[in-house]
C-alpha cells in the first residue's frame, strides 16, 4: 500500500518526525551550552596568566574548539555526509564509527561530564542567588554587615526547579528555553563587560601585569596551581563538543545538517570568544590581582546593587536552562537503555494522560522517566551541597572534558570516517594537535584537583557559608 505523498512531509528519512531546526536555533543551543558559569572565572584566569598569555590561551582554546567541531559535524552521519547513517548522539557516533573499547570509554568521560557540569551549574546558580539576597543586604546595613549565609537553601530551590523542568521530554522540546537561556546569558554578560569598564574608568588605569599574579600575593606553588587550574576553567568554558551532536539532530535538512552545524558554530564561537574576551580582561583591568573567581558574585563590584541583582536573577535563568541542556543527553541514554531491557513494562514505555481541571489538553506522563529525572537532579543537589566549590570544580570539568571529548574522539572519528593516510601530512597535525591539548588537559587537571586538596583542608560538609 502506498504512502499518500504529504505524509513523506512529516518524517525525515530515518522515519522519525521532521526536524525543523535551523542555523539560528542550533546557535541559540550552543551558546546556552557555551556561555555559561564559566564566563564568570575568566578575568580570575586571565589574572593568573597575565596579559600576554591570558588572551593567548583564550584565543587558542577557542580556535581548537572550532576546528574539533567543524571535525564533529562531520560525524553526524556514517559514510555519506547527506544520505548516510544518522548518530542521534555523541556515543552514537562514536559507537558507530570507532566502536569497542573506545565507545565505552567514551560513554564514561561524556556521562561523568554532563553529571559533573549539571553539577557546577547547581553550584554556580545558588552563588548567584545569595549574592542577589547579600548584595541587598550588604545595602541595606550601609556596608556593616558582611551577611554570610548558607548555600543549602538556594541549591535546594534550584533543584526542584530542575525537577519540574525534567518533565520536558527531549531536546527538540526545549528549544523556547534555550533561547531565553541564550538571551540571558548575553545580559548578565553585557552587564558583567560594562561594570568592568565603568571600573577601569574610575581607576583610572588599566591593573594586572604581563605575567599574571605576582609572587609574593601568592606562594611560587601556589602560583603554578593557579596558573595550571587557570587553564582548566578556560577549558570549561569552551565545553559543549559533548553535546554538539545532539544538537545538530535537531537541524532539518537540506542544506546538510553537517553545512547548517559548521555555520552554526562559526557564528557561535565568534560570538562567545568576543564576549569572554572583553569579559575576562576588561575584568582583570578593573581589578588586576585582586579579581574574584565569580565576577559578579565575589563582590569585586557592590554598585549598582541593582544592576548586579539583575544580572545574577539573568545567571540563574541561564543556569536553569544550560543544566537541562546538559542533562538531556543522560536523560535519553539511561530511558533508551531501560526500553530495550524492559519492552513490554507499561512503567518504562507506558505513557499514562493526566487531565488537569480546565485545560482541555492532556499532560502525558511516563513513570520511569519522573522518576529517574527527579532522582537525578536529587543527586546532583546533594553532591553540590557537599562539595561546593566553584572555581576548582569548573577547572576540573575543564580539564576533564577537554581533551578526549572535545579533541581526541572528534580527530579519531575524523580520521576513519575520511579516511585519512597514516603518516601523512594531515594525519601527523591531527595528532599533533590532539596530543599538544592531552597535555593542556594534565596540567590543567593536577592544578584543579589541588586546589580541591587545599579546599577540603578547612571544609565541613553540609555547613559552607559565603
Not at 29 to 53: E, P
Not at 172 to 197: E, K, N, Q, R
Not at 335 to 362: C, H, M, N, W, Y
Amino acid at each position: 500500500m502506498d504512502v499518500p505523498r504529504p505524509a513523506f512531509k512529516c518524517f525525515d528519512d530515518d522515519g522519525r518526525p521532521k526536524r525543523s531546526g535551523t542555523v539560528w536555533t542550533a546557535s541559540a543551543h550552543i551558546l546556552t551550552a557555551v556561555i555559561g558559569s564559566g564566563v564568570l572565572s575568566l578575568a580570575w584566569a586571565i589574572g593568573q596568566l597575565g596579559w600576554i598569555a591570558g588572551p593567548a590561551v583564550m584565543f587558542l582554546f577557542s580556535f581548537v574548539t572550532y576546528y574539533s567541531s567543524t571535525l564533529l559535524s562531520d560525524c553526524y552521519r556514517t559514510g555519506d555526509p547527506v544520505s548516510g547513517k544518522r548518530n542521534y548522539t555523541y556515543m552514537d557516533a562514536v559507537q558507530s564509527i570507532l566502536g569497542g573499547f573506545r565507545f565505552r570509554i567514551c560513554g564514561l568521560i561524556q556521562f561523568l561530564n554532563l553529571f559533573g557540569t549539571t553539577i557546577g551549574y547547581t553550584i554556580a546558580a545558588s552563588i548567584s542567588m545569595m549574592a542577589i539576597k547579600r548584595s541587598n543586604c550588604f545595602h541595606e546595613s550601609g556596608g556593616k554587615n558582611l551577611c554570610h549565609m548558607s548555600s543549602n537553601p538556594y541549591m535546594i530551590m534550584f533543584g526542584v526547579t530542575e525537577i519540574l523542568l525534567s518533565t520536558i521530554k527531549d531536546f527538540g522540546h526545549i528549544w523556547w528555553l534555550s533561547t531565553v537561556a541564550a538571551i540571558m546569558s548575553f545580559t548578565y554578560s553585557a552587564i558583567g563587560l560594562a561594570l568592568g569598564i565603568i571600573q577601569v574608568a574610575a581607576n583610572g588605569v588599566f591593573k594586572g601585569s604581563l605575567t599574571g599574579i605576582s609572587i609574593g600575593a601568592v606562594t611560587q606553588k601556589q602560583k603554578i596551581w593557579r596558573t595550571f587550574q587557570a587553564l582548566g576553567d578556560i577549558a570549561f568554558a569552551y565545553s559543549y563538543s559533548v553535546v554538539l551532536i545532539e544538537i545538530q539532530d535537531t537541524v532539518r535538512s537540506p542544506p546538510a545538517e553537517s553545512k547548517t552545524m559548521k555555520n552554526a558554530t562559526r557564528i557561535s564561537i565568534a560570538v562567545t570568544t568576543t564576549f569572554y574576551m572583553l569579559c575576562g580582561c576588561m575584568g582583570y583591568a578593573a581589578f588586576g590581582d585582586a579579581a574574584p573567581g565569580n565576577l559578579l558574585t565575589g563582590f569585586g563590584f557592590y554598585n549598582p546593587f541593582w544592576l548586579l541583582d539583575v544580572a545574577n536573577a539573568a545567571i540563574v535563568v541561564h543556569l536553569v536552562g544550560a543544566y537541562q541542556v546538559f542533562a538531556q543527553p543522560i536523560f535519553a541514554f539511561v530511558e533508551k537503555q531501560a526500553a530495550a531491557r524492559f519492552p513490554d513494562s507499561d512503567l518504562v514505555s507506558k505513557e499514562f494522560e493526566i487531565r488537569f481541571p480546565g485545560v482541555r489538553s492532556t499532560y502525558k506522563v511516563n513513570v520511569f522517566r519522573s522518576v529517574f529525572r527527579s532522582c537525578f537532579a536529587v543527586l546532583t543537589t546533594v553532591i553540590s551541597m557537599l562539595m561546593p566549590f566553584f572555581n576548582d570544580v569548573v577547572g576540573i570539568l575543564g580539564a576533564l572534558g577537554f581533551w578526549p571529548l572535545t579533541v581526541y574522539f572528534p580527530v579519531e572519528m575524523y580520521i576513519k570516517q575520511r579516511k585519512v593516510e597514516r603518516w601523512g601530512m594531515k594525519w601527523v597535525c591531527l595528532q599533533m594537535l590532539s596530543c599538544g591539548c592531552l597535555v593542556v588537559t594534565v596540567v590543567a587537571g593536577v592544578g584543579s584537583v589541588a586546589g580541591v586538596m587545599l579546599d577540603l583542608k578547612v571544609y565541613k560538609p553540609f555547613k559552607t557559608t559565603y
